[in-house]
């Protein structure tokens, strides 16, 4: 029967010397048996085992696992659960790393529409990030209200046209302004905007808010902290403002 070193051992099976000889401090990978001089001998069962540790480890299982696995009198009872339990740690990891994939993008896209950047910059962006998802259901909610107006609306047209009935525009037209009127200030009391000057997060008033110029994602306001006037970016707001002209 062959006997291997700690060293040929290690080199049967790609890893270090370091790494066998922490497997035998671990209690996995004990050797067969010692030299006269008091080297550690492995066999070749001990190679195998070896290979299989390797193997368990690539898969990201823990030592415990591992060694409880090989010390099971029966570990075809036990290998399912700690496979299932490593799937779900591996599922859990990836998605943690898409999610931080997806910020690093963001930033760097946030970092590219800065004219004067500062470390006050990426706290911005964070907290830009951060409302993303709040925001979204905010504007998710808005347009699912506006559905069953816009269907009122169509109706009300199509209705004109095809046939000259002309009543319904009047009665989507008195339900639809008040409707904007009222979805407008809740929405503007929901909001708030990051001066890009001095990076105050300010609630302006509704007038203020529904008059200024935007983009999807923007409106051109005046901040209260600098007085700086230009385009803020809109977050959702942490605290709902005060109803306010």
């Known amino acids: 029967m062959s006997t291997y070193t700690t060293g040929e051992i290690a080199k049967l099976c790609g890893v270090t010397v370091r790494t066998v000889q922490y497997y035998d401090t671990r209690g996995i990978l004990v050797p067969s048996g010692l030299s006269e001089g008091g080297r550690r001998l492995y066999s070749d069962e001990d190679v195998k085992r070896l290979k299989i540790i390797c193997f368990l ?36 990891e990836i998605g943690e790393r898409e999610a931080q994939l997806e910020k690093l993008e963001d930033l760097r896209t946030g970092l590219k529409s800065i004219e004067s950047f500062s470390v006050e910059s990426i706290g911005d962006i964070a907290l830009i990030l951060e409302n993303k998802k709040k925001l979204k259901r905010l504007r998710v909610f808005i347009v699912l209200t506006a559905i069953p107006l816009a269907v009122l609306q169509l109706s009300a047209i199509i209705l004109w046209i095809a046939k000259g009935i002309w009543q319904l525009f009047p009665i989507w037209l008195i339900v639809a302004v008040p409707y904007a009127v009222l979805l407008s200030r809740w929405y503007f009391r929901k909001m708030a905007y990051i001066c890009p000057a001095c990076h105050t997060v300010f609630q302006p008033s509704f007038r203020e808010s529904f008059w200024a110029r935007h ?18 970016v809109e977050v959702a707001a942490e605290t709902e403002a005060g109803s306010h002209a």
């Open 57 to 92: 480890r690539e898969l990201g299982l823990p030592i415990d696992s591992i060694s409880q696995l090989l010390s099971e009198d029966d570990p075809g009872s036990v290998v399912s659960l700690l496979l299932d339990q490593q799937e779900a740690a591996l599922r859990k």
């Open 215 to 232: 983009t999807p994602t923007a409106r051109r306001l005046t901040c209260p902290g600098c007085g700086h006037r230009g385009y803020c």
